[in-house]
């Protein structure tokens, strides 16, 4: 696991199945009430054999393929009036039902259908206008069928359970419509971010390939240039030596000087060169190598993990972890004989804490003891205010745990390698 990472994002296939279920449900619901108050009141007809059973049996039919098609066709999205052409039909049906002898009440749950319809097909303004419609409807069936006085209670009650049922359903599609727009651009973050760390490594490795190269052209420039001229005077000298003695001694004096300032460049350049390419690297990248380079030259399989959060480090603090991990790995290599790795590395509020663990033979010795490698690692954590110790893993084998603190006092004394 790359400590710079992202948490994983849910299942894919899981996200379309629950997007899928979530869209189609809501219209599986109407189709349902639909059938199931079509069935209900053409049982009513045929039933007492009233003389519109045809009719009702024509009308309802009309009324559950426009449903179908509405669910299972797109032609009715392909514009805005075909969408108010489609529900002007299906409420036309339903008021014809409606209104039918012997007029049964029970085409009015046809408009709560028409109602999630609406609040699906159109903007606010225009959906609540067609619920308001229906609700005018359904208070002329009520008031016609059951006077002013009876008819006007249960028609409230209606009107305001049509938009219920139509903000419900428009707040649930609106939900789960932000929910496939998060997940799309978690899953954009998540393809950014591992383009960006790509960039930066390549980056990171381009910048320290350049620095080298740099310093390649300045030993050949400076150092190379006065070896090669101190050759030159050399033999020169070497001819002179019989024939002009004082001469020969002067060119090996400008000679002794010009390896003088050579070896004073050549010194610089090797102190700029003395750190190992890693610890000029950041140091997730670093662990990374070096766990890969472990990997590779000893066949045992490594899991390290990085705490996403990590705090910055300054060069002592990145240098000593690093160090700390490579002696770590060296020992496993020596002495566990290991079948398994971990590294964890964690950032906490005041400290940084890097562990080991093996799954081999567990440590030999004390903890208060311990070859020459362990004793630096105690000294290099003592120097940054931290501590080191190795100690018995529980489910076997050992674990080196190496913690410093975030400050330290910095006017502490280097540690020499």
Do not use: C
Not at 251 to 267: F, K, N, P, S, Y
């Amino acid at each position: 696991m790359d400590g710079n990472s992202v948490p994983p994002s849910p299942d894919p296939w899981l996200q379309r199945l629950q997007s899928l279920f979530a869209n189609r449900l809501l219209n599986l619901s109407g189709l349902i009430v639909t059938l199931s108050v079509s069935g209900l009141g053409l049982l009513e007809y045929f039933l007492n054999d009233y003389p519109a059973r045809w009719p009702v049996l024509t009308l309802v039919s009309a009324l559950i393929l426009l449903n179908l098609s509405l669910h299972f066709n797109d032609w009715w999205d392909r514009g805005l009036w075909r969408r108010r052409m489609l529900l002007a039909l299906m409420a036309a049906l339903t008021i014809a039902l409606l209104f039918i002898p012997p007029s049964l009440s029970v085409w009015i749950i046809i408009f709560f259908v028409l109602s999630v319809v609406a609040s699906m097909m159109f903007e606010p303004r225009e959906w609540t206008l067609w619920i308001a419609a229906f609700a005018i409807i359904s208070t002329a069936y009520f008031v016609t069928q059951y006077g002013w006085a009876r008819g006007l209670y249960p028609a409230i009650i209606y009107a305001g359970a049509f938009y219920f049922f139509a903000s419900f359903a428009k707040a649930t599609a609106d939900a789960q419509a932000a929910q496939q727009r998060s997940q799309q651009l978690y899953e954009e973050l998540q393809a950014a971010h591992r383009q960006l760390q790509a960039y930066a490594r390549r980056v990171e490795q381009l910048t320290i390939m350049e620095e080298r190269g740099r310093l390649a052209r300045e030993m050949h420039d400076t150092v190379g240039h006065r070896l090669t001229v101190s050759a030159v005077q050399l033999e020169a000298a070497q001819r002179l030596i019989t024939q002009n003695p004082e001469k020969a001694a002067e060119m090996v004096a400008t000679v002794r000087e010009q390896i003088l300032q050579a070896l004073a460049e050549l010194r610089e350049t090797v102190a700029a060169l003395r750190a190992p390419v890693e610890e000029d690297l950041s140091l997730p990248v670093s662990l990374e190598r070096l766990v890969q380079q472990f990997r590779e030259g000893t066949g045992i399989p490594v899991e390290l993990v990085l705490d996403e959060a990590l705090p910055d480090l300054d060069p002592r603090q990145r240098k000593a972890i690093y160090r700390a991990a490579q002696e770590s790995l060296t020992n496993v290599q020596k002495h566990a004989r290991a079948g398994r790795v971990w590294v964890r590395l964690e950032g906490r509020e005041d400290q940084v804490r890097l562990e080991v663990e093996d799954d081999g033979v567990g440590p030999a010795t004390p903890p208060a003891a311990g070859g020459f490698g362990l004793r630096g690692l105690r000294e290099r954590a003592a120097q940054l205010g931290g501590a080191f110790h190795l100690e018995a893993r529980p489910a076997g084998g050992a674990r080196a745990v190496f913690s410093i603190p975030l400050r330290y006092n910095e006017n502490a004394p280097e540690d020499q390698e």
